[in-house]
């Protein structure tokens, strides 16, 4: 099966969506912050990045879901497959507990042109990946788009990954429609004063709701090839949070009831304090055994079953 960006790249389409989203940067709506800085001029917002694309790491990435990585054991051994990871400076939510505080808030990294960036896609295919994936790829639509413009034109063919917090505006997601293959966004809470606490964004459950809606209407309940790889579709992720701060009962209803049953959700126990998580009481432990497995009944009560089964 065809990746939808080499239809729209052969027939222009690409190019035309390469500059409507560049447009969007003289005054920016590309996430629901709408912070309306001129980021061609170098002004920036909520995400702290301006034109400059910031790369803070490019490589196969074997800790993905196994449906984006394969065989782990047989991808170290060999060098192949794996999921082409690509890590981006900066965030539209920049959370108080980020995992990755040191890419999102103190965006380190290296600047990279459109052009560099699609070697770096091209180089990962030839390591044997099976995707290209970005990661908080959100504040960098336009100048991931120009580069997955370039990238087509050397050869690329895998399916793209748009790994995201779910803080996404519809209007961008619907300029992304055929191009990325695999929506993986993590739902973070279902309660509005805990998402403005630790992500001021108040509104975040309604937006991801919305976001979600769209993510699933584009590419649909994710798909996997006989050799058990993920090629289209919706991948959930839903971090635990401690003292159920996730507020997890309604996120997972929301997807069982309105989204699919069929949906993939990957219930995610890793969750440890990090970054400023260690000012906040509620937030300042790791996740216990009985409250991961509050949230996995949960899901099964709602008939949700893949991704944790």
Not at 39 to 67: D, N, Q, T, Y
Not at 190 to 199: E, F, L
Not at 267 to 273: A, L, T, V
Request: aromatic fraction near 10%; proline fraction near 4%; glycine fraction near 10%.
């Amino acid at each position: 099966m065809e990746v939808g960006y080499l239809h729209l790249y052969r027939n222009g389409e690409l190019t035309r969506r390469v500059d409507v989203l560049y447009k969007i940067l003289e005054n920016c709506t590309l996430c629901p912050r709408e912070c309306r800085r001129n980021r061609l001029k170098g002004e920036r917002g909520w995400c702290r990045m301006g034109k400059e694309l910031i790369v803070s790491a490019i490589h196969p990435h074997f800790g993905e879901e196994p449906e984006l990585v394969g065989n782990k054991m047989v991808g170290l051994l060999t060098g192949k497959g794996g999921s082409g990871t690509i890590f981006l400076a900066g965030c539209n939510l920049l959370c108080v507990f980020c995992q990755n505080w040191e890419i999102s808030h103190l965006c380190q990294g290296k600047k990279m042109s459109p052009e560099e960036l699609a070697e770096g896609m091209i180089y990962l295919q030839e390591k044997g990946c099976y995707n290209i994936n970005f990661v908080t790829p959100t504040h960098f639509v336009p100048q991931i788009v120009k580069a997955v413009e370039e990238a087509a034109r050397k050869g690329l063919n895998l399916p793209l990954v748009y790994n995201c917090g779910g803080y996404e505006k519809v209007e961008t997601l619907k300029l992304l429609e055929g191009i990325f293959d695999i929506y993986m966004p993590d739902i973070k809470y279902s309660n509005s004063d805990v998402a403005g606490k630790y992500s001021g964004a108040p509104d975040y459950f309604e937006v991801a709701k919305k976001a979600l809606k769209e993510m699933h209407r584009q590419v649909g309940d994710l798909k996997i090839d006989k050799n058990g790889i993920a090629y289209r579709g919706v991948l959930v992720r839903h971090l635990v949070l401690p003292n159920d701060l996730s507020g997890s009962k309604d996120i997972l209803k929301f997807i069982a009831e309105q989204i699919s049953k069929e949906t993939y959700v990957n219930i995610m126990d890793q969750y440890h304090p990090e970054y400023k998580a260690l000012e906040f009481e509620e937030l300042n432990r790791r996740i216990t055994l009985s409250e991961y497995e509050k949230v996995m009944n949960i899901a099964r009560k709602f008939g949700l079953h893949r991704g944790f089964d």
